[in-house]
């Protein structure tokens, strides 16, 4: 079969995951939780922020490239966890991580894969992937989702700290077709009907679950669902190596902030301690410029590689990510920045300072 033509930017490709999903599925991944204001508020957010470019530099070379927690990126877009991508291509996970893989940036694996990680991790073994996990009840079933993720050579661990109890979607349930599982699950787990004697909600989840961690695993921890500067100090107090800005793409709790908002107000109380990465509503280059202008190391986006898997399976993902890096290495040589370190708060102001 013939590779689609590359649309023309990221709305695009949502436009055509709506018109050729079926709806409960579509509800599913682009549903946030209530009266959907976080939802809404993580895309808006970045309008109220303006770019303040600055002229006469020499952007002859322009270089994306830069690291998380040492590793090298192409560019600093990375890829968010989402669960289930067989549901929308046949090749799910496989067809995210080759992209991923083909662009030279990081693709986090969801617990909830429809792949297993280890033939997720086989692909490339040198190439960047880092393995979201769930602190289940049963502890022993985290410890060994964490052993397989070292052995398959996972780089980090990504951490959702913000799913003690499941949001509230008021959207028609989906259902899941008999053919497609999570492949990571506890024993006794049921996707479809939603009862398990270990939930992924833990509801007795603390700090104190950070020195148990390190008691079982030398990877890097990085906490995925900070938005309060308080805690983003008890994660750098924890020593954890990272932090993901995220309110679960507005899925979890409705009315938290949008999360460009939250980030400034993060990298002023870690203070370079840690590092700092964000998600929620990124759809364009400028985008990723403002965020990284605010502060984040790198970006992550979910939704969006969902619709490209939907277009057209890996080379969908791979366009998806292609129009980001073009956009930014555009915003960047119209901003006057020719390398990542150059991107600093100055290049962007708030529309209330006018």
Known sequence: MASKEALVCLDDYEKYAKDHMEQKLLGYFIEGTDAEITLKENRTAFSRLKILPRILKDV?????????????????????????????????????ANAANAMGTCMVLSNLTTTSLEKVASLYHD????????????????????????????????????????GNRRGPRFTFPPNIEAVHLPQGFKVRSGRSPCSLADPTLTWEFIAWMRSVTKLPIVLKGILSPEDALLAVEHKVDAIIVSNHGGRQLDTVPATIEMLPHIIAAVRGRIEVYVDGGVRTGTDVFKALAMGARAVFIGRPIIYGLKYAGEDGVKQVLQILKDELMRTMALSGCSKISEIEPSYVVHQSSF
């Open 127 to 166: 190439s960047l992937k880092w393995f979201q996990l769930y602190i289940w009840e049963c502890r022993e079933f985290t410890v060994n989702l964490i052993r397989r993720a070292e052995t398959a050579g996972f780089k980090s661990l990504v951490v959702t700290v913000d799913s003690s109890v499941k």
């Open 60 to 96: 002859s070379n322009v270089d994306l490239s830069t690291s998380i927690l040492g590793q090298h990126l192409d560019f600093p877009v990375c890829i968010a966890p989402s669960a289930f991508h067989k549901l929308v291509s046949p090749g799910g996970e496989l067809d995210t």
